[in-house]
């Protein structure tokens, strides 16, 4: 491989690429929700402004649920008809497959007692869905989602489409927006930009809106919560800061519905099991019917299936009929929505903004209809919520806006994202440098010097973390790769440059470079993909808790290094000029340097300090006589030369 310039260096997320939008072609905009899916156009008016059109369902709704129902054939169906068949055959339907995208099985411990089906290992980041006989891997289950609604989009329109805009959560690592851009592929989609759905939110919001502000967007979804700080300036958006919780949604309140329904049930039929696969659908689809009902009415009525076990319990009786009032919801739900708290107190924390400096709060998300979700937002941030647009729609209508952006039609808006972790390299003694802080607006660039630790050093290890932690040991690795063809020189000589580049889609590209070898150098890049969601959270609370025990850490590793540093010339200063000294001088040296190395093993950096600056005051006079001693012999050296001439 050359050494000609980062650009071409292999990068860390090899995935699919996308080629510039097609001049003429629409550019759609697709909010791939956990739940639901929705594609969505600019088109103009009657009047002639450019405005949002959520494009209808090939069956006539707007949105396209993220289910895919498999016959038994094996043919696919998506959407409405296959979201009827979650109760039917359970067994052959799959959802909420989002939480699954670009995931490995060890990153979902914690969810799949919830799912109604097998998964099996694919690799570190992906898993496989058994259904039936057959099984399949997220990608290709969203990948069908999409199809279906690339198919909903060119029947609205009357032409082939395939340059589209997707939606992410937030806090969605680098595995999984590759994964989604892989299932836009494999869809037959040319994917021109992965958006974050608060991004795109604020972006439909603020195409109607004031020129400035500071904008909260508080979304919840059926799987994911996410808040973002924006900061809207001339007209620009700049993402300030983002938090979340990735595994809270209206989906969880179902679940708490349904264990509720459940233990109704049981409490009346102590034997009614309602543990088999399709009965838990049963229970889920009836909770959700509750819930959404609830929006509108001040208390719900939903059928359950008695089990055909049950049915003896109740003379015949197929269903039983659970109600739920408005105040029962709440109950359940309310340490749901507590959990939202901390997430948006830590967002503004990390804006650095106060609650009374917002000038807007944005709603997103299905559930943020329910009378009691826009309370409790309106408690936690002290002002009314915007809720004018659709809170379903507004992420693909912001994603259709960024499409319409990408196809050159506005130019009124820019778009700024942020890293929500800091990315950076280990370095020697196991610390953390971050080049990319957290929350740095992308796209970004940093670049750093690093150097070598041992003479003659020809390879460096170039370890990538993420994390907040002051120790890679307590950080996420990313990716490592190894930086050969570097001239055996003495330590600290070689400059070897590495640059962290962050693309518009949050996507890191990794590149290592020696400065003063004219050699080729060679570049190993080894993806080690895998990080979780609830991981990237764990990860930036730890760094909070841990702030104080890492600052010790960290000073241990800089001491040491420092004392290393000064071990190592000391040794090799004693090598050439010991004969200098007389025997009490050369003594006290030894005695500093045995010192300091037994102090080097400790974990006290205020120690290592003291032994260090005990050893370099000690050694002023070595250092001297090893500087006349080299003059001496250079001079020596250069006479000898001149004479020889
Ligand atoms: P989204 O990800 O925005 O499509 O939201 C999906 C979630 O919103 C699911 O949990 C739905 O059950 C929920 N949802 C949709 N409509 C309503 C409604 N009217 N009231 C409460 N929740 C709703």
């Known amino acids: 491989m050359a050494d000609n310039g980062f650009r071409e260096l292999p990068v860390i997320s090899a995935g699919p690429v996308a080629h510039g939008p097609t001049a003429g ?21 009657a009047a002639g402004t450019r405005v949002p059109r959520i494009i209808p369902a090939r069956d006539g709704g707007n949105l396209v649920p993220s289910v895919v129902h498999f016959n038994a054939d094996g043919q696919a169906e998506v959407g409405a008809a296959a979201r009827r068949e979650r109760v039917r055959d359970a067994a052959h339907t799959v959802y909420s497959v989002k939480r699954l995208l670009g995931r490995g099985i060890d990153d979902l411990k914690d969810i799949r007692h919830h799912l109604p089906f097998n998964l099996e290992e694919s690799s570190a980041s992906n898993v496989k869905l058994q259904v039936g006989a057959r099984s399949y891997t997220p990608i290709e289950i969203s990948a069908m989602i999409l199809r279906e609604l690339k198919a909903s989009a060119e029947a609205y329109l009357g032409k082939p489409v395939e340059d589209a805009v997707i939606t992410v959560p937030a806090y969605f690592n680098d595995s999984q927006r590759q994964a989604t851009r892989s299932a836009g592929s494999l869809a037959g989609l040319n994917v021109l930009r992965i958006l974050n759905e608060p991004t795109a939110a604020s972006l439909a919001y603020g195409l109607q809106r004031k020129k400035n502000g500071l904008i909260a967007v508080y979304d919840l979804g059926g799987g994911t919560f996410d808040v973002s700080v924006l900061r809207l300036r001339d007209g620009v958006f700049e993402v300030l800061a983002t938090n979340g919780d990735t595994q809270l949604g209206g989906d969880d309140i179902d679940h708490a519905i349904a264990d509720w329904i459940e233990s109704t049930i049981r409490s009346t039929y102590p034997q009614a099991d309602y543990s088999g696969r399709d009965a838990k659908a049963a229970l889920l689809d009836a909770a959700e019917k509750l819930k959404i009902e609830l929006s509108e009415v001040a208390t719900a009525a939903a059928n359950v299936p008695l089990l055909p076990s049950s049915r003896q319990f109740d003379g015949g009786t197929r269903d039983f009929l659970a109600t739920l009032t408005r105040a029962q919801l709440e109950k359940l739900s309310a340490p749901l929505l507590e959990r939202t708290r901390k997430p948006v107190e ?14 807007d709060v944005v709603l997103v998300g299905g559930p943020t ?36 952006i990408l196809a050159g039609n506005n130019r009124e808006f820019l778009l700024l994202d942020v890293v929500p972790l800091s990315l950076g390299i280990e370095t020697f003694g196991g610390a953390m440098s971050k080049l990319v802080p957290r929350n740095t607006t992308v796209p970004t660039m940093a670049k750093e010097q690093f150097t070598t630790y041992v003479d003659g050093q020809t390879k460096v290890a170039i370890n990538v973390f993420q994390g907040e932690r002051e120790l890679v040991k307590d950080n996420r690795k990313l990716a490592e790769f190894v930086l050969g063809g570097i001239p055996p020189l003495p330590a600290g000589v070689a400059r070897v440059e590495v640059t962290f580049l962050v693309d518009a889609d949050g996507i890191l590209n990794v590149a290592a470079k020696e400065l003063y070898s004219e050699a080729e150098a060679s570049i190993e890049v080894k993806p080690t993909y895998g990080l979780t969601d609830a991981e990237v959270e764990g990860m930036l609370a730890d760094g909070l808790s841990h702030a ?6 960290a000073q241990v590793v800089q001491a040491r290094n420092d004392a290393q540093t000064t071990t190592t010339a000391t040794e090799k200063a004693l090598a050439e000029a010991r004969h200098l000294l ?29 032994a260090n600056k005990a050893l370099n005051d000690g050694t002023a006079r070595l250092a001297e006589l090893l500087m006349d001693h080299t003059l001496q012999k250079n001079v020596k050296n250069a006479r000898a030369s001149d004479m020889s001439r």
């Open 346 to 359: 830590n967002a503004l924390r990390d804006a650095g903004i106060a609650l009374s400096e917002l000038t």
């Open 582 to 610: 007389d025997e009490t001088e050369a003594g006290v040296i030894d005695r500093l340097l045995a010192s300091l190395k037994a102090k080097m093993v400790t974990h006290d950096a205020e120690a290592i300090r003291a």
């Open 25 to 45: 072609v629409p550019i759609i905009g697709i909010d791939l929700g956990t739940t639901n899916s929705l594609v969505a156009i600019v088109e103009a008016d």
């Open 548 to 553: 104080e025990d890492d600052k010790r850490a």
């Open 369 to 404: 209809r329910l009378p009691m979700i826009r309370q409790f937002v309106e408690g936690l941030f002290g002002r009314v919520p915007n809720s004018s647009m659709h809170p379903d729609e507004v992420v693909a209508a912001g994603a259709a806006i960024q499409a319409d």
